[in-house]
């Protein structure tokens, strides 16, 4: 059976799991985000990544019931956690943006989950705003007048115009982490981060570093004045059981 076919029975079979990984302040350490990352209990293969499977999944509608099922667990999630300040970080593919009811969808699910609306952020790759730019914006402009947040992940990979970019409604930055991992040791890359993360506060956004390994990397970009962190450094993307613990933890 090829893993495609098996993949509608892990969303009715509850084999998908959460994984949540903190972002974290740069300035004072505080937790301000967390992302949903999801996992396959697959029964024969085991623990499945994404990687293995949403490229197979974005192929195919079934990416909506994906995107669905991960919105409603996560916001369910973080409702039990029960911090106010606390948001949920979720990622969005380019095909869910085609389907016309997404923006109606994903507002439902909050409204359900009972979630001021500002506390979900939605993820969507640099090269998958380029899918469909127009659509992208209008579907954005949609999700954020009711309040929802979006970020551009894994930003430097793709080349949006810097036109397109001022234009879109978005909250958020999250650059690359080919330029973060190695920037002590890299000076074109260190060259990369400075400028972005100038060019995110010039547009009024905030900047996230992703692929934060250790503490070097967090000292230089708290020195370029990089707003938050995501990263090995201080936290793996972990199950909700362990989030909370280390949650207590960390205040
Ligand atoms: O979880 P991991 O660290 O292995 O993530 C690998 C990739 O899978 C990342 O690019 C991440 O954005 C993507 N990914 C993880 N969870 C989801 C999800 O729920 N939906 C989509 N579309 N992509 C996801
Ligand atoms: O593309 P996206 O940003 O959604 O990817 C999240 C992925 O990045 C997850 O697979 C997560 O396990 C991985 N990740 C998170 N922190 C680090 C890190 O510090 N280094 C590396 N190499 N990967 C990380
Ligand atoms: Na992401
Ligand atoms: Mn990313």
């Known amino acids: 059976l090829s893993l495609i076919s098996e993949f509608r029975r892990a ?3 509850n084999q998908l799991v959460l994984h949540y990984q903190p972002k974290a302040k740069l300035s004072d350490g505080a937790v301000e985000a967390i992302e949903a990352l999801v996992r396959w ?6 623990l499945l990544y994404p990687d293995v499977f949403v490229p197979l999944v974005e192929q195919t509608d079934l990416i909506d019931d994906l995107t669905r099922w991960v919105l409603r667990h996560a916001l369910e999630d973080l409702a039990t956690i029960g911090d106010p300040h606390l948001a949920v970080a979720v990622n969005i593919s380019a095909r869910n943006l085609s389907r016309h009811t997404f923006a109606a969808d994903v507002k439902a699910a909050v409204r359900r989950a009972g979630i001021e609306p500002h506390r979900l952020v939605l ?9 469909d730019p127009t659509r992208a914006h209008d579907v954005f402009t949609d999700l954020t007048s009711y309040g929802i947040r979006v ?14 970019l001022s234009a879109l409604p978005l909250s958020e930055i999250k650059i690359d982490r080919t330029f973060v991992r190695d920037m002590v040791t890299n000076a074109a890359h260190a060259a990369i981060v400075r400028s972005v993360v100038e060019l995110g506060h010039n547009l009024g956004l905030i900047v996230v570093a992703e692929g934060v390994e250790t503490a070097e990397v967090g000292d230089e970009l708290r020195e370029c004045g990089c707003d938050v962190a995501q990263g090995y450094w ?9 989030l909370r613990r280390w949650l207590a933890g960390s205040d």
Request: glycine share 10%; charged share 20%.
């Open 11 to 13: 969303v009715t079979d």
């Open 41 to 46: 209990h697959h029964p024969a293969r085991g």
């Open 123 to 131: 993820e969507l790759t640099e090269t998958a705003l380029l899918f």
């Open 151 to 164: 970020s551009i992940d894994d930003f430097g990979r793709g080349q949006t115009s810097l036109g397109y």
């Open 234 to 242: 201080f936290a793996r993307p972990m199950p909700l059981v362990d």
